[in-house]
């Protein structure tokens, strides 16, 4: 959980595109459906082991019992992928960027940096997919020590660089007048 | 029958070792408890915002893993008797 300070409100939060989520349950598919279809292959077939003849069969309950095995792996397997989509983040509230790495269960990193040092953002997509599906990367320059923060595959990057930017104009436009009227006081 | 051959027969394998199901039943069930328990914890802990959807998954997770367990379970009871 994140603590946010009295004042501080949740503008926005940003997660990753579902794409990038289905790209990788299609790879936990392959590694389901590898082994099934090289078993079907390769049952009632006779194959010479040692000099003798080896048929590969497995009665139907040992069959249900280890496919399950596999399926329940996969399954533990597509819902880290998903806690790991949906914790990394970034928290975007009116004085802060908060950018949460989330890297399997036991590595989260959280750095945040206040908005008026943001410098530069820009968006990168790549690609015939991501440019049908509008989504891609967003870099953040921020001021001083030139610390780059980058999440990767979001969605609407253009809209949210928009957003972002915006609130880095009310927040330069509020600390102005805030000066001007210290300096009239 | 050379090892080769009882590795590659798995009904000879388990008819060698009846218990042999029920044992990686165990493992597979200790590590999925465990497993799930780390999970969970991250959910409850840094999953923010939407309760829903958070509780959605959480419960989509939880039904699959008790349905698939049960599966295993009946598939090596059924296997063994």
């Not at chain 1, 003798?52 to 596999?70: C, D, G, H, N, W």
């Not at chain 1, 908005?115 to 509008?134: K, P, S, V, W, Y």
């Amino acid at each position: 959980m994140i603590t946010l300070a009295q004042d501080e409100h949740i503008v926005h939060v940003i997660r990753k595109h579902w794409f990038i989520l289905a790209v990788r349950t299609a790879e936990l598919l392959f590694f389901l459906v590898l082994p099934i279809a090289v078993y079907f292959f390769m049952a009632g077939k006779s194959f010479p082991v040692g000099g003798e003849e080896i048929e590969l069969t497995l009665p139907l309950p040992l069959l249900i019992f280890l496919v399950s095995m596999l399926i329940l792996m996969i399954w533990m397997r597509f819902f880290s992928l998903v806690t790991d989509i949906y914790l990394d983040s970034w928290t975007v509230t009116n004085k802060r960027i908060i950018d949460i790495e989330q890297r399997g269960f036991f590595s989260r990193q959280i750095s945040s940096f206040r908005i008026e040092r943001i410098q530069d953002i820009t968006t990168d997509i790549h690609g015939i997919i991501a440019t049908f599906l509008d989504f891609g990367d967003i870099h953040a320059q921020t001021a001083g020590d030139e610390q780059e923060f980058i999440i990767r595959g979001v969605p609407n990057p253009k809209k949210i660089k928009q957003n972002i930017l915006k609130e880095v104009d009310r927040v330069t436009e509020n600390s102005r007048e805030n000066d001007t009227t210290e300096l009239n006081s | 029958m050379g090892i080769t051959q009882s590795l590659l027969n798995f009904n000879s394998l388990t008819s060698l070792s009846p218990s042999l199901i029920w044992i990686l039943f165990g493992v597979v069930l200790f590590f999925s408890a465990l497993y799930s328990a780390i999970l969970l914890y991250h959910w409850f802990k840094y999953g923010s915002g939407n309760k829903i959807f958070s509780g959605g998954v959480v419960l989509i997770y939880i039904g699959g893993v008790i349905v698939l367990l049960i599966l295993m379970a009946l598939s090596a009871l059924s296997f063994t008797s």
